[in-house]
């Protein structure tokens, strides 16, 4: 019975060890008000909430309408999360913070911590 | 300002559409009066599998090679592969037109587990995509394919009609020409109200099953700045893609020819004015089971393919092989005319699929061949496939169809009962000739009996014909008409019989008669003969009693002259002797 349950908590401290790396995109569409907006909320959570372990790449939907297609993007802005696994998209300006943070899978480290 | 209103005013009252589109789908251009409207976007509306994503996929692949017009897809359902799959199943190589830059197909996927919405947003990036691909390829046709697939993945509602208001107004500014499909809704076209925003052109498709009959319908509901048709089409999808039928023609314009042709029984000619049918026209053969419908349709198509003319037989009961090995029993070859390519069958179970679809086939089979006459064998079996109602209204197509190309048709039809001047299908108000078989039966046989019931612009016989059938094909005999009626069969022959045999009888008579007569004349010659002999004799006879009477007179006068001498010489001598006169008296 114990030895499963170290187990478990010896793996559960090795994930916490591994520094969470966070890939992110976010397509904005020229230089709106609501881009603006996506931005700015954007880059608030990370520098509070990721500080150090993330990437982020601003596209400009304008500027490579190629990859509109590859990423599935339909609604501007969107904010895709390539890495952690599961990917999601994150769609509109980012002012909606708990969704934010919920589809960032961040609302549980945020109880956590 | 003025000058220009007056203008306006001056000008001819003349009716000018708006530009159209035309979508290269056999029939659909016809009902829209040339096609979707130019510029903007059309709604096809449905419920599911009813073939709104061919509709629209066959616009633009018709549209990149007909009309040299680009086109996009925008799918939200389908993938790419899958769409290019699925539009080659009905012969369309959508692949190559990708691979020619003539066709994009691009597939939104959105995935609402992946999505969780932060905040504002617009739909930019659907529109950019669509931007993007219609300037790659400078695409005048785009088809959105269901747009509505977006109300599932995007839970902001007015966010969303706010930009599909949008899409639709730019898709019109840009002047691209829009198929956009749509799920039928509960009592509305489409489930999300898509016709609020798309009201230039709306597009209603169907699907009905009668009777275990599947058809599919189209409508167009609505066309600002068009004439189009109101009906409902039945359409097909088949392998070469959609049909629509454009059912009935309003006017009554086919030319009337003035040309005949033979119906391939001499007989039958002989009582249509001795010419046979008018080209074009449409004729129609009624009659009970096995009154010999479909040998006179043979004739009519022997008659055809030996004039070098094209023949297709719709068969609804029997086979190719089993028709042509048929009339072979009454001496009428046809494989040569069917190896030469004059002659084609067209031979399905009635059952096989919807009167609509029949009759698209038949459209179908019309077009391709562009054959000169035309035999539907027998009509009243299309009675297992729909209502009376619907059935005559498609062969009111047909008669219709076929006329307006000149097509010589001829239709056969069973009727049952006693009605015989009747067609269960109603039809014989569409048909110019119509020719009834009857039988006739009598003395312990049936016989076949026809006559023209009608036949519109000529004097044609009116007279009950008896017809044969044998192995050299349709014989026509002189009715009979006896004190009975018209006699058939064995009826006929045993009184012809009786005719010849009271004919003979009373030439026979006359010759006895004749002869009867020069006995007598000879009789009376011989009496006259012996008569004058009398005469003669008697005359002879009298000639000589004259002769004895002047001999005996001279006598007489002699002997009185004697006697006076005597007389007087007595007296002289004495007075006593007397001549025996004398004495007497003297007594």
Known sequence: MRKPKSKTREYEKAIAAVPRKYLLRLYISGTTPRSVRAIENIKRLCDTRLKGCYELEIVDIYQQPASLATDQI???????????????????????????????????TSGAA | MKNASRAILARPARRREIPKCPT???????????????????????????????????????????????????????????????????????????????LIVDYVQIDRSQIEETGEYNLDGLFLRLDHAIQEIGAKRVLLDTVESLFAGLSNELVLRGELRRLFRWLKDKGITAVVTGERGEGTLTRHGLEEYISDCVILLDHRVN????????????????????????????????SVLPVTSVELRHAALREFVSSGIPGLDEMLQGRGFYRGNSILISGTAGTGKTSVGAHFVKAAVDRKEKALVFA??????????????????????????????????????????HLVRMHKAIEEFRPDVVVVDPISALAHAGSISEISGMLLRLVDYLKSLGITALFTTMVQGSELEYTDLAISSLVDTWILLRDIESGGERNRGLYVLKSRGMAHSNQIREFALSSKGIRLRQAYLGPEGVLTGSARVVQEARERAAESAKLWEIERRKLQLERKRKALDAQVAALRVEVDAEEAELRQLLAQEGQ????????????????????????????????????
């Open chain 1, 74 to 108: 339909i609604a501007v802005p969107t904010l895709i999360k390539t890495l952690p696994l599961p990917m999601r998209k994150l769609i509109g300006d980012l002012s909606d913070e708990e969704n934010v943070l919920m589809g960032l899978d961040l609302v549980k």
């Open chain 2, 24 to 102: 290269g789908i056999s029939g659909l251009d016809q009902i829209m009066a040339g096609g979707l409207p130019r510029g903007r976007p059309t709604l096809v509306c449905g419920s599911a599998g009813c073939g709104k994503t061919l509709l629209g996929m066959e616009f633009l692949i018709r549209g990149a090679i007909q009309f040299n017009e680009p086109g996009v897809c925008l799918s939200f359902e389908e993938t790419a592969a899958e769409l290019i799959a699925n539009v080659a199943s009905l012969g369309f190589d959508a692949q190559g037109l990708v691979d020619a830059g003539k």
């Open chain 2, 211 to 242: 009777n275990a009959v599947f058809t599919r319908r189209l409508r167009v509901v609505k066309y600002r700045g068009s004439t189009h048709g109101t009906n409902d089409y039945p359409f097909l999808i088949d392998e070469r893609g959609i």
């Open chain 2, 316 to 357: 609804f009961e029997e086979s190719r092989d089993q028709w042509v090995r048929n009339m072979q029993s009454i001496g009428i070859e046809l494989e040569p005319a069917v190896r030469k390519g004059l002659l084609r069958h067209d031979a399905s179970r009635p059952t096989a699929f919807g009167l609509e679809m």
């Open chain 2, 552 to 587: 005996r007179l001279e006598a007489a006068r002699t002997e009185r002259a004697e006697m006076a001498g005597s007389r007087r010489s007595e007296a002289r001598a004495g007075a006593v002797q007397t001549g025996p006169n004398g004495g007497g008296r003297k007594r």
